[in-house]
């Protein structure tokens, strides 16, 4: 059973940054298919930004390209977002989320919920203008 702990979210006004962690245990796998998502009160939980488990390659929105970033410690367990230049749009619950490796090795994961089975239970940001 895969667990996954989020942590790092808070209250920043725009502009500002955030760097979420999230932490994996509890599989076999050397290392997994990670992904961010986030969900906005009244909308539909939307897929943020994604990583490959050996190529290291990224994939984002593109509401968050050039301002986010994804990135993995596998020694660690550990996949971090930071986000910059934070906007109030940003604000929203944000959900660590991870899959299956097979078939990510290279290519990161589609930005689908769909493709993961794993979730965290979300860590607040909050951006204020």
């Known amino acids: 059973q895969v667990q996954l702990a989020e942590s790092g979210g808070g209250s920043v006004q725009a502009g500002g940054s955030l760097r979420l962690s999230c932490a994996a245990s509890?599989?076999?796998?050397?290392?997994?298919?990670m992904g961010w998502f986030r969900q906005a009160p009244g909308k539909e939980r939307e897929g943020v930004a994604t990583?490959?488990?050996?190529?290291?390659?990224?994939r984002y929105s593109d509401s968050v390209k050039g301002r986010f970033s994804i990135s993995r410690d596998n020694a660690k367990n550990t996949v971090y977002l930071q986000m910059n230049t934070l906007k109030p749009e940003d604000t929203a619950m944000y959900y660590c989320?991870?899959?299956?490796?097979?078939?990510?090795?290279?290519?990161?994961?589609?930005?689908?919920?769909?493709?993961?089975?794993?979730w965290g239970q979300g860590t607040q940001v909050t951006v204020s203008s």
């Open positions: 509890g599989y076999t796998y050397s290392s997994l298919c």
């Open positions: 990583i490959a488990t050996g190529s290291g390659l990224t």
């Open positions: 989320a991870a899959a299956d490796p097979r078939g990510c090795n290279y290519f990161p994961p589609p930005l689908s919920r769909a493709s993961f089975m794993n």
